[in-house]
């Protein structure tokens, strides 16, 4: 077999909600899959955009991606990438953070030959472009030289539909199999007669990811490509920080989350979870209360929107029930947090629904002389 290792999305950086525990999530489940390629003795892995969250990553994703790349390099595996659109520079005179990296072969807009057991395997690259370069970029890749008898991947970042249409349906032909990028959600599609796939990202990023990971998992594919057709093979990863989703009534809100408390008892790491209270005049202050004291200890992190049911629609009732200064301020007294950081926290609040974004970042800055005057 002539296997690759055909990654996407990993988004090293991203702290969702702000969190550290997430952003360590994320280069674990790089680790994993890493770990996994290898005890595959993988030929080279594909790395199909947004390697990083950020064209400017900080220092520890740097270095998390320096370790972890090391370690294909050591054992000769070669690593391809194309740039996706969250670690593309912003500005032309910039160089992306994947430059940093001598074993990282940036394939976006050329061509590189590559000989595996199989043979020799061309790869081709398409970066994530803004709309005025992409016709362009195409036509670099649409007209390679003579490649007979080898096969050809063509790895890019680019979404399902562009505008509504197929934007995978523009890609050229002639590809023995499209490596692709940027859709979250791992599947496979028949392009110019042959596959394409997107592995989706490696774990869950968004509340919209939940559910297909809890049907198909994350992971990334290893590709087959000694064959006359690539034969892909699923990878499910095992560290991916569990997520739920939870839509309960106000009257069942205790019941639901003893479940969830339950749940939580049985997984290897404390779980996110999501929660949609329904009903009438639903209270969101003690929502926030019985959440702190339900699930505490036994969730990494909680959120919750409120779905009121009105006969007559009232916004203006819908207002007064989501008193979000209560909601702050019983979060973070359950967090933890003393007067002082609870007063900043809501003074920050109210200048932002006072005055938009120009009257927050004045009332920050205030905030700030004030403390280094200190």
Known sequence: MALIAHMADVHLGYRQYGLGERENDIYEAFAEAVEHALREHVEAVIIAGDLFDTPRPPVKALTWAKKILSQLAEKGVKVLHVLGDHDYPRRLDELPPTALFDNLIHIGQKRVELSLSSGAVVFAGLDKLPPSMFEEAINSIARPADETGKKRVLVAHIPLERGGRAGIAKLP??????????EHRRQQLNIHNTIAAYPGSLEILSRAEIADWESMGKGFYLADLSKEEPILHEITLSCVRPQRMV??????????LDEVRRWSHTLAKKPIVHLAVSGRGVDAGKVARILLEKLGGDVLYHRFEVHEEVGEFSLEKIQRSLDIRSIVREYMLGRGFGERDIELALRIYDAFKRGGEEELEETILSEAGEVSSK
Do not use: Q
Not at 173 to 182: C, E, P
Not at 247 to 256: D, F, H, Q, V
């Open 247 to 256: 839509e309960t009534r106000e009257e069942e809100l205790s019941a639901a």
């Open 173 to 182: 032909k002639g590809y023995s199999y499209y490596a692709l990028g940027h």
